[in-house]
């Protein structure tokens, strides 16, 4: 597990509840992304790990923290790196729309925030994400309008999805992410 807590850099409560929330929610939506679990940092534990986290100069506060499934073999996407196949173009426009569903920022050209593990496309760094909890400016309209919020020129699909969309049909139908189960309740 990756472990963000409370004293580690730009880590705030609310950004362990983005954390949290948009990794469970992106994968009810079928999206790859690392599971996430609750981690009680104990003081116990931040004693008997002192040595190595003042190596890495950090110093996580004891309490709650958000864990993230580590994947090893993740390759990063870079702004250059192709989306060719049926399957990675739906994956890029699920993770856009959910990207803008939820107003996550964070997955830009210079910072894509995702990669490439046996396959598929996963996200990861969704400690941004709802960023509607923030005031945002120079939004010019209201927080539903998302075309209009100025991070989407820059999310790492756009662009490619564009071309891609613009070649071909995905399979000769519409994108539609559909809700989960759990959210269908009257």
């Avoid at 705030?12 to 981690?39: H, K, M, Q």
């Avoid at 073999?73 to 060719?84: A, C, E, M, N, V």
């Avoid at 699920?94 to 996200?123: E, F, K």
């Avoid at 991070?151 to 662009?159: C, K, Q």
């Amino acid at each position: 597990m990756v472990t963000k807590a409370l004293g580690l850099p730009e880590v705030t409560e609310t950004s362990l509840f983005a954390e949290y929330f948009g990794s469970t929610l992106a994968i009810e939506f079928g999206i790859d992304a690392p599971r996430a679990v609750l981690v009680d940092l104990s003081p116990e534990l931040l004693a008997a790990s002192e040595a190595q986290l003042a190596a890495w100069r950090v110093q996580p506060r004891a309490g709650r923290a958000v864990g993230l499934e580590q994947r090893r073999g993740l390759l990063p996407l870079d702004r250059f790196t192709p989306i060719k196949t049926d399957i990675e173009i739906a994956e890029a426009a699920r993770i856009y729309a959910y990207d803008l569903i939820t107003q996550n920022p964070d997955r830009r050209t210079d910072n894509p925030n995702c990669g490439s593990y046996g396959g598929r496309l996963v996200a990861y760094d969704f400690e941004m994400a709802f960023s509607f909890l923030y005031a945002i400016p120079g939004t010019g309209g209201e927080p539903w309008e998302v075309a209009r919020l100025p991070f989407v020129a820059n999310h790492i699909f756009r662009g490619r999805l564009s071309r891609s969309l613009h070649r071909q049909e995905l399979d000769g139908a519409q994108f539609v992410m559909r809700s989960p189960d759990w959210m269908k309740t009257a």
